[in-house]
Every structure is written in structure tokens, then in C-alpha cells.
């Protein structure tokens, strides 16, 4: 009975063995590893993409900043005024009247 028992684990751990070891040569084939490695670089290139894309956004509101603070042109010709967080603006009717708070444009 014990001799059966013992073949019976050997068999068993045999095909445990041998599934292991397909599967991992199926991991490592050809294949598998430019499968792998093209979806690891789609990843990657979908997150360089995004950085790439807020730091565009980033640099065209600093720009406008900027712009506004040194009372350049933006773009269309407008010329803007800065008002840092918290202070007042000027009030109405005076050359300073539109203001760009923030990430707002307006003309003056």
C-alpha cells in the first residue's frame, strides 16, 4: 500500500512539475515576451503623452501669467493686468478696469 501511495505523489507531483515548467517556457516564448513588451510601452508612451500634455497646459498658463505681469500682448493682441490672489481690484471705469485673475483672461 505504501508503494502505491508513493507513486501515486511522484505522478502527481510530476504533472505539477511538468505544468510549471510549460507554462513558464510559454511566459519566456518569443511571442509572450513582445506581447508583454509592447503593452509595458503603450503604457509607458500613454504616460509620456499625458506629462507631455500637462506640461503644455502648465506652460501656457504660466505664459499668460507672465504676459499679464509684464503687460505684454497675449495672443489676440489683448493686453492683460495680473491681480495676485487677494488683491483688490480696480474699480470700474478706471484704465485697469479688466484684470486677469488667475487662470482667467479678459481684454483691456
Do not use: C, N
Amino acid at each position: 500500500m505504501s508503494r502505491v501511495f508513493w507513486l501515486a505523489m511522484g505522478v502527481t507531483a510530476g504533472a505539477v512539475v511538468s505544468r510549471k515548467i510549460t507554462r513558464t517556457l510559454d511566459a519566456l516564448s518569443p511571442q509572450s515576451v513582445a506581447g508583454s513588451l509592447a503593452e509595458g510601452l503603450a503604457i509607458l508612451g500613454d504616460g509620456v503623452r499625458d506629462f507631455v500634455d500637462d506640461v503644455r497646459d502648465g506652460m501656457g498658463e504660466r505664459e499668460r501669467v507672465l504676459a499679464a505681469q509684464l503687460g505684454l500682448p497675449d495672443a489676440e493682441g489683448r493686453h492683460l493686468l495680473y491681480l495676485a490672489p487677494g488683491e483688490a481690484r480696480p474699480a470700474p471705469g478706471t484704465t485697469d478696469a479688466r484684470a486677469l485673475e488667475g487662470p482667467e483672461t479678459q481684454e483691456h
